[in-house]
């Protein structure tokens, strides 16, 4: 089944550590993203790749990183510079281009990573 | 900038009572609209979504959503709730002309007593 794999699913840190959450999607979509979930918030935007090797901030960059070296795989690190980083993390896909179209924004979502930060 | 605003957080009701959820957006252009749903301990997926044609739209469980331009608005229903739409559900809105920025609602937290 395709699907798009998020890990570690829960996630315990010390303050001022980095953390690496792991994106794998078999959908073989074009771009991929990262939005942070609070309660009562909704969903936030933190990064967003269209193709490989290019990626641009979303509305909550700060303190965060990412890198799209393979087409399946986009994972986000959370830095100690990110303030309030316990959340829950959600990555998503999309097709881009299907039958000469443009990204329509419809988002196929992963399981989502929690991430507590002690 | 664009925004998209849910009325309710919390809803509660019986089984069988109708739903309606409110949602607004704030962008000027064409925009593609859609309702996701987290059910307990689930992944976020699709609900239903509109791209153009007919402003009515059904997507899947008996749920539809009503694309009314003027009000920019894009409200989910269904008739009759059951149990298991115990969910929360969110409101999304893309700028269209292939945008990569999907924003999101804060979400509506449905609990139906059985």
């Known amino acids: 089944d395709g699907g798009i794999t998020q890990s570690p699913k829960y996630l315990f840190r010390k303050e001022g550590q980095n953390v690496t959450l792991s994106c794998e999607q078999n959908?073989?979509?074009?771009?991929m993203y990262w939005y942070r979930q609070d309660p009562g918030q909704g969903l936030r935007l933190i990064y967003y790749?269209?193709?490989?090797?290019?990626?641009q901030k979303g509305d909550i960059a700060e303190g965060y990183s990412v890198s799209r070296e393979k087409k399946e795989s986009f994972p986000l690190t959370v830095t100690s510079a990110q303030k309030n980083p316990t959340a829950f993390y959600l990555c998503?896909?999309?097709?881009?281009?299907?039958?000469?179209?443009?990204?329509?924004?419809?988002?196929?979502f992963g399981e989502g990573s929690r991430l507590t930060v002690l | 900038a664009q925004s998209v605003s849910q009325h309710n957080h919390h809803v509660i009701l019986s089984e069988a009572a109708s739903l309606e959820l409110g949602c607004n957006y704030s962008?000027?252009?064409?925009?593609?609209l859609f309702w996701y749903v987290q059910y307990p301990g689930q992944h976020l997926q699709l609900l239903l979504k509109?791209?153009?044609?007919?402003?009515l739209v059904k997507g899947i469980k008996g749920f539809e959503a009503e694309f009314i331009k003027s009000k920019f608005s894009f409200n989910l229903r269904k008739p009759s709730v059951q149990w298991s739409d115990t969910a929360e559900y969110f409101c999304?809105?893309?700028?269209?002309?292939?945008?990569?920025?999907?924003?999101f609602g804060a979400g509506t937290r449905l609990f139906v007593k059985a």
């Open positions: 998503a896909s999309s097709i881009v281009g299907l039958a000469g179209g443009a990204n329509t924004g419809e988002l196929f």
């Open positions: 959908l073989n979509h074009d771009a």
């Open positions: 790749s269209q193709i490989v090797n290019d990626f």
């Open positions: 962008y000027g252009g064409t925009v593609n």
């Open positions: 509109y791209f153009s044609g007919d402003p």
């Open positions: 999304a809105v893309n700028g269209g002309g292939g945008g990569f920025k999907t924003i």
